[in-house]
């Protein structure tokens, strides 16, 4: 997140000291055209701060640009006071006054994809700051190209008309609505949704959505996606062919939330969720973006909803184990349907030159939540290296966000960038191995696993492969304690001291493998493996069936195998 404060730092200094020095080099220099090239840097700088910053006020930026390229507009003309640029001055300052008036009305309004409406509106009401900055440049290249003032004025005119024209509409949608609501809300009525997957969170979080639509659209009932920030609606709209809303206030969600809807399904404890929550008449599902030993697996915000999907026992097990008390009726295990594409494997291979998957996690909102290993990464890459493993290097999508971690993860990628020009191997890193890769696919091109505590190690253990984790708290003994996914797994400590240890267990001896399978049923449930993501859609689609009663999954006894809960001979008694 720190990564992110500087980006807006420097890009509201950016605009503002250009905006400042264009003026000044214009009103106080004969400089006219530097002044004008800057004006149009500083135009530049404030279209890049309104995308790091969405709703940022650069009015004030504005107005300075504007003054200094009108004052330049007209030394380029020479020609005294002009009717025409003193009219484009009226002009401009009045669409400066309008311009964020009308986005944040437009802001107010519901948008959507994927229905068949088409709601310009808004969009256009939320770029009319990038339209009057492309207008001042147009009129920067026109004074310094010296055309007459009339085509300054022609041109502010005619951005004008636009924005008025988007005011009125904006008004007309506020004052007098439709008698059948919005074209999007009767749109959806007729979709007839029957759920939603409701999404809040910060920027770069979209992959909490996009993990579960493939197992949605699967349910094979109509849904929307219900967005309440506005830059995910592109990219999950692109990923799904249901209907994707985005709902900027609570008159916008009460008519998304046509009469149809009867469950809603939740992938995160995003503080906004409890907007969607009041809606009594739904019943509230959390399905999570993975399941791990982390604190926030334990949130005791779960508790507020109706159902709680859980991977396996374990995660049930783990709200009791940090304290939180929920009614079991709760839970439904249903595994970890984004797995089933994972390959298997029964036996241990033989790997005389391993390929491992790194996977290091960020550092967390909180202190008690960061698990990243990037800090000591390079002892552990060149210890991989030293051992002819091919690595791939998959970090979290919230690395970047904190300068520390980048430059980290900069390092490491450089190191193997390296070793790849030097001995051949095929190392895996950045974009190929973040975006042109899933995880699924790192996680099958991999003999093994090293990562911090996170979602991936569960899902990495349906492979039934090897896993190391790092035990970045320096918990010692402790630590299996608090996270017992890691007591099947190999633990790197802290200062990597025991590297040498666990890479020869990793990839050698492996003596954990058969703990590992008891781990494994009981982290990610018992299903078959030829329909294992059926446990999921099956559970989801009894969710949309009135008096319907969660089935009891198959436990496991001490060594893995499927034991029947009919079975009095294993009752507890006994």
Same mark, same amino acid.
């Given at each position: 997140m720190r990564g992110d404060l500087v980006r807006k730092l420097l890009a509201r200094a950016l605009a503002t000291g250009l905006a400042v020095l264009a003026f000044l080099v214009v009103a106080l220099t004969g400089a006219t055209g530097w002044g004008l090239g800057l004006a149009v840097a500083a135009l530049a700088a404030a279209a890049w701060e309104r995308r790091v910053r969405p709703g940022a006020d650069t009015a004030a930026e504005t107005v300075l640009v504007a003054a200094a390229v009108l004052v330049g507009y007209a030394r380029r003309l020479d020609a005294g006071f002009d009717p025409a640029l003193a009219a484009t001055a009226l002009v401009l300052l009045g669409l400066v006054l309008l311009v964020g008036p009308l986005r944040d009305a437009g802001g107010l309004e519901l948008r959507a994809a994927n229905l068949p409406v088409r709601a310009w509106t808004p969009l256009v009401a939320a770029r009319l700051g990038d339209a009057l900055s492309g207008l001042l440049a147009v009129l920067a290249l026109a004074a310094a190209a010296t055309l007459p003032a009339g085509v300054a004025l022609a041109a502010a005119v005619l951005a004008a008309a636009g924005a008025g024209a988007v005011g009125l509409d904006l008004a007309?949608?506020?004052?007098?609505?439709?008698? /059948? /609501?919005?074209?999007?809300?009767?749109?959806?009525?007729?979709?007839? =949704?029957?759920?939603?997957?409701?999404? $809040?969170?910060?920027?770069?979080?979209?992959?909490? !959505?996009?993990? *579960?639509?493939?197992?949605?659209?699967?349910?094979?009932?109509?849904?929307?996606?219900?967005?309440?920030? =506005?830059?995910?609606?592109?990219?999950?709209?692109?990923?799904? $062919?249901?209907?994707?809303?985005?709902?900027?206030?609570?008159?916008?969600? %009460?008519?998304?939330? !046509?009469?149809?809807?009867?469950?809603?399904?939740?992938?995160?404890?995003?503080?906004?969720?409890?907007?969607?929550?009041?809606?009594?008449?739904?019943?509230?599902?959390?399905?999570?973006?993975? %399941?791990?030993?982390?604190?926030? $697996?334990?949130?005791?915000?779960?508790? @507020?909803? %109706?159902? @709680?999907?859980?991977?396996?026992?374990?995660? @049930?097990?783990?709200?009791?184990? +940090? /304290?939180?008390? @929920? =009614?079991?009726?709760?839970?439904? &295990?249903?595994?970890?349907?984004?797995?089933?594409?994972?390959?298997?494997?029964?036996?241990? +291979?033989?790997?005389?030159?391993?390929?491992?998957? #790194?996977?290091?996690? *960020?550092?967390?909102?909180?202190?008690?939540?960061?698990?990243?290993?990037?800090?000591?990464?390079?002892?552990?890459?060149?210890?991989?290296?030293?051992?002819?493993?091919?690595?791939?290097?998959?970090?979290?999508? #919230?690395?970047?966000?904190?300068?520390?971690?980048?430059?980290?993860?900069?390092?490491?990628?450089?190191?193997?960038?390296?070793?790849?020009?030097?001995?051949?191997?095929?190392?895996?890193? /950045?974009?190929?191995?973040?975006?042109?890769?899933?995880?699924?696919?790192?996680?099958?091109?991999? %003999?093994?696993?090293? $990562?911090? &505590?996170?979602?991936?190690?569960?899902?990495?253990?349906?492979?039934?492969k090897p896993y190391a984790v790092t035990d970045m708290g320096g918990e010692g003994d402790r630590f299996t304690e608090r996270f017992p996914l890691a007591g099947s797994g190999y633990v790197l400590r802290r200062d990597m001291s025991n590297v040498d240890e666990v890479l020869a267990a990793l990839l050698d001896t492996d003596p954990l493998a058969s703990a590992r399978w008891v781990t494994r049923t009981r982290y990610l449930g018992d299903f078959p493996a030829e329909s294992y993501a059926e446990a999921f859609l099956e559970a989801a689609r009894h969710q949309l069936d009135r008096g319907w009663n969660p089935p009891t999954p198959r436990a496991a006894d001490g060594a893995g195998r499927p034991v029947d809960p009919d079975d009095a001979s294993l009752s507890p008694a006994t």
């Amino acid at each position: 997140m720190r990564g992110d404060l500087v980006r807006k730092l420097l890009a509201r200094a950016l605009a503002t000291g250009l905006a400042v020095l264009a003026f000044l080099v214009v009103a106080l220099t004969g400089a006219t055209g530097w002044g004008l090239g800057l004006a149009v840097a500083a135009l530049a700088a404030a279209a890049w701060e309104r995308r790091v910053r969405p709703g940022a006020d650069t009015a004030a930026e504005t107005v300075l640009v504007a003054a200094a390229v009108l004052v330049g507009y007209a030394r380029r003309l020479d020609a005294g006071f002009d009717p025409a640029l003193a009219a484009t001055a009226l002009v401009l300052l009045g669409l400066v006054l309008l311009v964020g008036p009308l986005r944040d009305a437009g802001g107010l309004e519901l948008r959507a994809a994927n229905l068949p409406v088409r709601a310009w509106t808004p969009l256009v009401a939320a770029r009319l700051g990038d339209a009057l900055s492309g207008l001042l440049a147009v009129l920067a290249l026109a004074a310094a190209a010296t055309l007459p003032a009339g085509v300054a004025l022609a041109a502010a005119v005619l951005a004008a008309a636009g924005a008025g024209a988007v005011g009125l509409d904006l008004a007309r949608r506020r004052f007098r609505p439709g008698a /059948g /609501g919005s074209a999007v809300s009767r749109a959806l009525r007729r979709h007839q =949704p029957e759920f939603l997957l409701y999404f $809040s969170a910060p920027p770069g979080s979209e992959y909490q !959505v996009t993990m *579960w639509l493939p197992y949605l659209e699967r349910i094979g009932r109509p849904f929307l996606v219900m967005l309440r920030e =506005p830059e995910f609606l592109s990219t999950v709209a692109a990923a799904t $062919s249901a209907p994707v809303v985005y709902c900027p206030t609570l008159k916008a969600m %009460d008519e998304a939330l !046509v009469p149809s809807l009867r469950v809603a399904f939740y992938v995160n404890h995003g503080a906004k969720n409890s907007h969607c929550i009041r809606f009594t008449q739904l019943t509230h599902v959390q399905l999570h973006h993975g %399941d791990s030993d982390k604190a926030p $697996s334990a949130n005791p915000v779960s508790a @507020i909803f %109706d159902r @709680i999907f859980v991977a396996g026992q374990a995660a @049930i097990e783990r709200y009791a184990r +940090a /304290g939180v008390d @929920i =009614p079991a009726e709760k839970f439904v &295990v249903v595994g970890r349907p984004q797995v089933e594409a994972i390959e298997v494997r029964q036996q241990p +291979a033989s790997r005389p030159a391993p390929t491992v998957l #790194y996977t290091p996690t *960020w550092t967390g909102h909180h202190a008690d939540a960061n698990y990243c290993s990037l800090p000591v990464a390079e002892t552990l890459l060149r210890g991989l290296l030293a051992r002819g493993a091919t690595v791939i290097l998959r970090a979290h999508p #919230y690395t970047s966000q904190n300068p520390a971690s980048a430059r980290q993860l900069g390092r490491l990628t450089e190191l193997l960038a390296a070793d790849r020009a030097r001995s051949g191997r095929q190392h895996v890193f /950045g974009a190929a191995a973040s975006r042109e890769l899933t995880l699924t696919e790192c996680v099958n091109r991999s %003999d093994a696993l090293v $990562s911090d &505590v996170s979602g991936v190690i569960s899902d990495y253990l349906y492979s039934g492969k090897p896993y190391a984790v790092t035990d970045m708290g320096g918990e010692g003994d402790r630590f299996t304690e608090r996270f017992p996914l890691a007591g099947s797994g190999y633990v790197l400590r802290r200062d990597m001291s025991n590297v040498d240890e666990v890479l020869a267990a990793l990839l050698d001896t492996d003596p954990l493998a058969s703990a590992r399978w008891v781990t494994r049923t009981r982290y990610l449930g018992d299903f078959p493996a030829e329909s294992y993501a059926e446990a999921f859609l099956e559970a989801a689609r009894h969710q949309l069936d009135r008096g319907w009663n969660p089935p009891t999954p198959r436990a496991a006894d001490g060594a893995g195998r499927p034991v029947d809960p009919d079975d009095a001979s294993l009752s507890p008694a006994t």
